[in-house]
T-cell receptor
């Protein structure tokens, strides 16, 4: 179904290489989020954006970068500085950055190191 | 410290049995809590939130501020309830509301 689209579904990275994960939403949501999901760890916040042209670091931002040039797009770049990038990455959005607004999630991208 | 604790990694019950997935939180502000569910091969989705005080798929959750808990309950489990369940707390992070802190999740397995 529509809503939030993440691509690709699977991604492989070589050592020293930067890779970019795509996240697009057609829900007209202001707020967008990136999480990392590791087995037994739950979800941890990497970056978030309350509104276009604005973004803030989350709990584990080191080695990652984002941009929010368009309302519907919030790409995540995993840089070579991220020493343990192998994980499942989830993008989410919400109507606004408000405490009672639920977040809607994409299908995720699984990143592996070659 | 802001924290969500789900003490059980795995919960296994038989069909028709009651189920309770535990969630405890630590937060100095007024808590907004959610339960998210991830069925096999599906995306993470909202199950319910405490402000709605609703029952979804037979599940309910009551916020107990005294015990700082938000346990998820269902009186009669069904096989299709088998999934990964995450409790989440909405916090004020860096001046921004709406950021979620997730527990580590509980995998519910309902046996026939």
């Amino acid at each position: 179904d529509g809503g939030i689209t993440q691509s690709p579904k699977y991604l492989f990275r070589k050592e020293g290489q930067n890779v970019t994960l795509s996240c697009e939403q057609n829900l007209n949501h202001d707020a967008m989020y990136w999480y990392r999901q590791d087995p037994g760890q739950g979800l941890r916040l990497i970056y978030y954006s309350q509104i276009v042209n604005d973004f803030q670091k989350g709990d584990i931002a080191e080695g990652y970068s984002v941009s929010r040039e368009k309302k519907e797009s919030f790409p995540l770049t995993v840089t070579s500085a991220q020493k343990n990038p192998t994980a499942f990455y989830l993008c989410a959005s919400s109507t606004t950055a408000s405490s009672n607004q639920p977040q809607h999630f994409g299908d995720g991208t699984r990143l592996s190191i070659l | 410290a802001q924290r969500v604790t789900q003490p059980e990694k795995l919960l296994s019950v038989f069909k028709g049995a009651p189920v309770e997935l535990k969630c405890n939180y630590s937060y100095s502000g007024s808590p907004e809590l959610f339960w998210y569910v991830q069925y096999s091969r599906q995306r993470l989705q909202l199950l319910l939130r405490h402000i709605s005080r609703e029952s979804i798929k037979g599940f309910t959750a009551d916020l107990n501020k005294g015990e700082t808990s938000f346990h998820l309950k269902k009186p009669f489990a069904q096989e299709e309830d088998s999934a990964m369940y995450y409790c989440a707390l909405s916090v004020n992070y860096g001046g921004s509301q709406g950021n979620l802190i997730f527990g580590k999740g509980t995998k519910l397995s309902v046996k026939p």
